[in-house]
């Protein structure tokens, strides 16, 4: 070996350390990186989610964010953006014979009746109404086919850019879909708009009719941080769930899906948002799936009521009570009754 090779020697060596150690150094960081996501992927049962802070908009954790899945009754908020962009709130609807055909669950509108849009805002949001998410459609854009293709691009405007609308209720239909980036940054949207906030932090309200609505966020009737939210559910896309909760100064949005135990894993993902954005909290007592609500009345009694509750009345504290054993059997056989459809 000449005395030229035997010099380059030293510096193949060096060479071959600095590549062994960058090797060493991506697997490290690999390692590191699918740790972290392997502690998310355990946190709940969801299959994706997304914890936003509300004011900057600011991720603050996720899980499979950008996913595409269905959102079930979580586009009702997206039907309303839609509506507040389009509507003024005393606009008069006519309900047609296919608004009025949707299923459960519903607030049973009968062809040819005329509502204002507020009403129906308020019954898309709180019950959830399938029929009265149809008739808003079809007051924007003549039916709900025009008013999902319109409603569509609209949102990719907004920055929603893995959202498809097929229906305007959420039921399930072939190519709609969302992700839980979207879902959040759409109903940070919401919030910001201060009808909606107000229509969504209400607990019970009562349209013509003497309709009595029950707001289906049960956070709202067992924690002071909870500003608004909506719930939804098909067997498709198991439970979702998008929220506003402030504690303090600081303010975050929470959107869920595909979730087998909801009100559990969003306890986790409020704990663990307070917790990341500095505002610490105690651990959340199970309460939501022990709340029991007395049986909704409706006519003159009904309006009593949600008079009442409209007021801030501790009158109606006695329909949403921690339930006991009896309870929670009513809740199971109610339950299972339920349309699968949607809530």
């Known amino acids: 070996m000449t005395e030229r090779s035997c010099a380059a020697c030293p510096a193949r060596h060096r060479v071959q350390q600095v590549c062994l150690a960058g090797v060493l150094l991506v697997?490290?960081?690999?390692?590191?990186?699918?740790?972290?996501?392997?502690?998310?992927?355990?946190?709940?049962?969801?299959?994706?989610?997304?914890?936003?802070?509300?004011?900057?908009?600011?991720?603050?954790?996720?899980?499979?964010?950008?996913?595409?899945?269905?959102?079930?009754?979580?586009?009702?908020?997206?039907?309303?953006?839609?509506?507040?962009?389009?509507?003024?709130?005393?606009?008069?609807?006519?309900v047609s014979p296919y608004a009025a055909a949707a299923p459960a669950s519903k607030i049973n509108l009968q062809p040819g009746e005329v509502i204002t849009v507020r009403d129906l805002l308020y019954a898309l949001l709180l019950s959830s109404a399938n029929d009265g998410a149809r008739a808003l459609?079809?007051?924007?854009s003549g039916s709900e086919e025009a008013f999902c293709q319109e409603a569509t691009r609209q949102m990719r405007q907004w920055g929603a850019y893995r959202t498809r609308l097929a229906t305007a209720n959420g039921l399930p239909a072939e190519g709609q879909y969302t992700s839980a980036e979207d879902l959040a940054h759409l109903f940070r949207r919401a919030v910001q708009n201060p009808e909606l906030a107000k229509i969504m932090a209400t607990k019970y309200y009562t349209i013509q009719g003497d309709r009595e609505l029950?707001?289906?966020?049960?956070?709202?009737?067992?924690?002071?941080?909870?500003?608004?939210?909506?719930?939804?559910?098909?067997?498709?896309?198991?439970h979702t769930y998008v929220g506003h909760f402030k504690h303090g100064d600081q303010e975050i949005i929470i959107a869920m899906l595909g979730s087998g135990k909801k009100w559990a894993d969003m306890r986790v993902l409020i704990e663990k948002g307070f917790e990341l954005s500095g505002a610490p909290i105690?651990?959340?007592?199970?309460?939501?799936?022990?709340?029991?609500?007395?049986?909704?009345?409706?006519g003159r009694y009904g309006a009593v009521i949600g008079k009442a509750a409209a007021k801030g009345s501790k009158a109606k504290v006695v329909t949403a009570e921690i339930a006991g054993t009896g309870a929670k059997k009513a809740n199971k056989k109610k339950k299972s009754s339920r349309y699968k459809g949607g809530s």
């Open 282 to 298: 105690a651990k959340m007592e199970p309460l939501e799936e022990r709340l029991w609500f007395a049986k909704k009345h409706t």
């Open 27 to 94: 697997l490290l960081l690999m390692v590191a990186l699918s740790a972290g996501a392997g502690d998310d992927e355990g946190l709940v049962s969801a299959r994706a989610f997304v914890i936003m802070d509300a004011k900057t908009g600011k991720i603050l954790s996720s899980l499979n964010p950008h996913l595409m899945l269905p959102p079930a009754s979580t586009l009702k908020v997206m039907t309303a953006l839609m509506v507040t962009e389009k509507l003024q709130l005393d606009d008069k609807v006519v």
């Open 137 to 140: 459609a079809e007051k924007v």
């Open 214 to 238: 029950r707001n289906h966020d049960r956070f709202l009737f067992t924690t002071p941080l909870a500003q608004g939210g909506k719930t939804g559910f098909t067997r498709a896309s198991r």
